[in-house]
Structure formats: structure tokens, C-alpha cells
């Protein structure tokens, strides 16, 4: 299947791919296993070639589409690499890396009994809110946490401070001052495990049941859930080009007693809140004596110009509750966040976190502060932008090229996510059930929308897709938008 001729390897044309279409395992993800396997074991050489996608799904009798899903997993993870003019190979590099064979397999697998232990996998193409987790700094990460782990003194093994570690609180309190314009103090700040956390405990803190609280449609399903969950009133208030329309909000529900925002980056629709709106919207909180929930999680990630100044930073009457969250900056898993409450909440807050939790691990609060002392954090973010920004600009230049047609305004000049809007034509739930077939991770737009009005299109993550399997990832989607197409007469 694979030439490996030219290196020296036996010829694999022949070699027949066990792929079993009655196993509960999608047929993706089985000659995924197969390639990966082969290709760890040494049985496909370094540097052999793939056959087209196209030749290979004809050979196999599947679809271009399980080929794609297969390859481009691997591709993402590494072991192929796609090179202009001369197909997909098996990566040059992996001569030193390749694992044990079969005989001289390692210890654990005895351990384990004879199933094999998962092979580590980057998430799903497009997987929403996950990060370059391939580009962690483990280096200065591990680092960091020996010698914090080497030193670590009985009071950082004890209960840590109720509000979180100190360190962390005055190295966040500068980090915000610096990016986002907010001046706050390091008593008003909570460490919690992350924006998820922090959502639910101010919802609780603040509303009474059946208060109003005002939530972006489309909007974050996660905030929707923590607002239901404490008995809130969900009042979906719709977005525009400019984000929340706050005069629809006041007409709905005037006295409404929370507002929960993504201005930096609207989810899922990408648009950044206007200036214009974020004092339409701190003079309804002023005048109602309301909150702003102010879910800040991935403005980090600017792309054309500097990032814009917190609706937090604009607050000068102290309306506003910011959420902070480190896993779209360093990872999901560390579960670190913060809150930056306003003066006259801190109290109420502290008293309901004491009630339910401590503070997250405080090493890895430690750990964390040394890396934003240190620079690592504003080197990190600064890197990431970069590596974002071409896999922003190479999802793009797939699409335009895939589906010239589709081509339209994409709001993608902040985050991880942008959102490719379908014609009503298309149902997006339908092209997100045939892309998930075919491994991809796309969520349909019309599926974030609680009001009566609805949009249709697929929100694509692109930030846990490197530049090198884009291409192939955005043919998967193409070809899945395309048979959906097909199925209602609009070719696209
Ligand atoms: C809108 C929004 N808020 C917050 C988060 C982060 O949540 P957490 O800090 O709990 O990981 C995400 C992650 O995807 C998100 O999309």
C-alpha cells in the first residue's frame, strides 16, 4: 500500500488492511490505527509515499472521505507529512523515534494484560476551545515545576490561601494591568479552576430564583447551563455585527440582574463588541443596579492590532465581573482561571467559594506565577499568536479554495474559533453529522441560538489544527458541505 521501494523496504502494494465495516469502530479510525501502527513498527519506512487519497479509497473500497479522516489525523499528528508536488510521506524523522517492536515491547503492556495502552492522539480536527496542545512549553513547564517541586515547603503541601496564592494573584493583577487595561487589586481577585468555576459562583452568589439574566444569542451553552442550573431566567438577547444588541435586551428584560458577555470575541460568532455597546451596556448595568459577567477567554489571541481594552478596564463604576481563564493560554488540564470581582461582591463571593471548595493545587498556582514572573507567560502568548494566526490564515486559504462559493465575511480576527456560515439550504446539523463521520470535531452554528431567530453554519476550531493538516482537514469538511449539497440539489 505504502512505496517504500526507493528506501530499501520490502514493497507494501500488497499488503491487505484488515479493515472490518460490521466492528462498532468507524472505518476511519481503523485504517488510522493500521497506518499508525505500521508506520511505529518500522513497516512503513521513513520518507515512503502514500498513494493518492483518491486510489487509496478505491483500492480499500471506502469512502475519500474515511481516507482523509485517516491521513489527516496523522498528518496533524506528525507521522505523514503532505509535501507540495510529491503527495503524502511518511515523516523523514521518525528514523530515531520509531517505538519498540512487538518482541521488545515495554513493560507496561504486560502490566496492562495484553490490551495495548491508547496511543496518545491530538483531539479531533477542529475541536472547539482545545489549543495548540502540541506546542505546550513543556520545557520550561517542567522546569520550573522541579525545582518548585524539589523546594516545596510544608506550607504549600497544607490548605493554601482561601483566595488563591499571593504570587499568583500579584502576577495576574500585572499581567491584566499590562494586556487588558484593568487595574484591580489583589484582595478582589479569586483563583479558581477556571472560567467554568467562576461562571457558576457568581450566577449563585448573585441571583435569586427566576431573576432575568441576560445571555448572547447565539451564546456560550456552558454560561446557559450554569444560569439555569442556579434557577436563573435565561433572556437570550440577540447578537449583531456589533455585538450584544443591548437595546434588545432592555426592551426584553430591563430589569434583568445579570448580563453574561463575551465582548473580545463573541462565541461562537466571533464579533468583537463595539465601543459604542460597551457603554450602552455598562450605563443599563449603572441604571439597574445589574452585573456584567465579562467571559474574557480567549482575547489573548488578537491578530491585526493590539487587543482591545477590557469592558472591565472601561468600568469606572465597578459593575463589571471579569473572567480569566489559562486554558486556551496554557492548557484545558491545568484548570486554572480567575475572577476580578468588583468591590462590593468580593465578600459575597469568598464566602460562597469557601463554603464549596478551597483553592485549586497551590504548587501548580506556584508554578504558574513563576512562569508569568519569569516571561515565559508573555513569550508563550506571544508564540501562540503567531502559530494561531497562520493556522487562522491556512484554514482560510483552504475554504476559499475548497468552497470558493462559501466564501464570505469571516469575523476571525481574535481566538481559536471562526465560524463559516452555511446557506439555509445546507443544514448545518446535517453537514456536522457527516463530518463527524468522516473524525471531524464541527459544531453547527443554528445549535447556540435559543431565541426564535436562526443562523446557519459550522464553528470551526482552529486552533488544535497545525498549518501542515489543515488542508486536509478543510477537504473532509469541503467533501462532507458537498454531499449535503448534492443530497438537496446546490452544488457548492
Ligand atoms: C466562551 C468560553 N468561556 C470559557 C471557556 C473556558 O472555560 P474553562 O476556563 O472552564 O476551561 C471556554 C472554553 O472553551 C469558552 O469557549
Not at 45 to 67: I, Y
Not at 333 to 353: D, F, K, W
Not at 460 to 465: A, K, R, T
Request: aromatic share 6%; net charge neutral.
Amino acid at each position: 500500500m505504502i512505496d517504500s521501494t526507493h528506501r530499501g523496504g520490502a514493497s507494501v502494494a500488497e499488503m491487505l488492511v484488515p479493515l472490518d465495516p460490521e466492528s462498532p469502530e468507524p472505518l476511519h479510525r481503523q485504517l488510522y490505527r493500521f497506518l499508525k501502527d505500521g508506520i511505529l513498527a518500522g513497516r512503513f519506512a521513513p520518507g515512503s509515499r502514500l498513494p493518492s487519497t483518491r486510489s487509496l479509497a478505491k483500492g480499500l473500497a471506502v469512502s475519500r472521505n474515511t481516507v482523509l479522516a485517516a491521513v489527516g489525523q496523522l498528518t496533524a499528528e506528525g507521522l505523514l507529512e503532505g509535501r507540495v508536488g510529491s503527495g503524502t510521506r511518511v515523516t523523514d524523522h521518525l528514523g530515531k523515534r520509531r517505538c519498540p517492536s512487538r518482541q521488545h515491547a515495554p513493560r507496561q503492556e504486560t502490566l496492562l494484560g495484553d490490551r495495548k495502552p491508547a496511543p496518545p492522539t491530538l483531539p479531533r480536527p477542529f475541536t472547539l476551545g482545545v489549543p495548540a496542545l502540541d506546542l505546550f512549553p513543556t520545557k520550561q513547564w517542567a522546569r520550573i515545576a522541579g525545582r518548585r517541586w524539589r523546594g516545596v515547603s510544608p506550607q504549600a503541601l497544607s490548605y493554601g490561601n482561601r483566595l488563591g496564592e499571593l504570587h499568583l494573584r500579584q502576577a495576574i493583577t500585572e499581567h491584566v494591568q499590562r494586556t487588558r487595561g484593568i487595574t484591580a487589586d489583589p484582595e478582589h481577585v479569586l483563583i479558581v479552576h477556571g472560567a467554568q468555576q467562576a461562571t457558576d459562583l457568581v450566577i449563585r452568589a448573585i441571583i435569586s430564583p427566576d431573576d432575568d439574566v441576560w445571555l448572547e444569542d447565539p451564546g456560550y451553552p456552558e454560561a446557559a447551563a450554569a444560569i439555569q442550573a442556579n434557577g436563573g431566567n435565561l433572556v437570550p438577547v440577540p447578537v449583531d455585527s456589533e455585538g450584544m444588541i443591548v437595546g434588545q435586551g432592555l426592551a426584553l428584560a430591563p430589569n434583568a440582574r445579570v448580563a453574561y458577555v463575551t465582548p473580545s470575541h463573541q462565541y461562537p460568532t466571533g464579533v468583537t463588541m463595539t465601543l459604542e455597546r460597551r457603554v450602552d451596556l455598562l450605563a443599563w448595568a449603572s441604571d439597574a443596579d445589574a452585573w456584567i459577567i465579562e467571559d474574557d477567554y480567549d482575547s489573548e489571541y488578537r491578530f491585526r492590532d493590539r487587543p482591545l481594552l477590557a469592558l472591565r478596564g472601561l468600568d469606572d463604576r465597578d459593575r463589571v465581573i471579569y473572567l480569566g481563564t489559562f486554558s486556551k493560554t496554557i492548557a484545558p488540564s491545568l484548570r486554572l482561571g480567575y475572577l476580578i470581582l468588583p468591590a462590593a461582591l468580593a465578600g459575597q463571593v469568598h464566602r460562597l467559594h469557601a463554603a464549596t471548595d478551597h483553592s485549586p493545587n497551590t504548587v501548580d498556582q506556584l508554578i504558574l506565577a513563576d512562569f508569568i514572573h519569569e516571561g515565559h507567560f508573555a513569550r508563550h502568548v506571544h508564540r501562540m499568536r503567531q502559530e494561531y494566526s497562520r493556522r487562522r490564515d491556512a484554514l482560510i486559504a483552504s475554504l476559499r479554495s475548497e468552497l470558493p462559493t462559501l466564501e464570505g465575511d469571516l469575523p476571525s480576527d481574535t481566538g481559536l474559533h471562526l465560524t463559516l456560515p452555511l446557506p439555509t439550504t445546507l443544514p448545518d446539523t446535517e453537514v456536522v453529522k457527516r463530518a463527524a463521520r468522516a473524525g471531524l470535531a464541527v459544531a453547527p452554528l443554528s445549535q447556540y441560538y435559543r431565541g426564535e431567530h436562526h443562523e446557519n453554519g459550522v464553528v470551526l476550531g482552529f486552533g488544535c489544527v497545525p498549518v501542515e493538516a489543515m488542508p486536509m482537514a478543510v477537504g473532509v469538511l469541503a467533501n462532507a458541505v458537498r454531499k449535503v449539497g448534492a443530497s438537496k440539489g446546490v452544488t457548492c
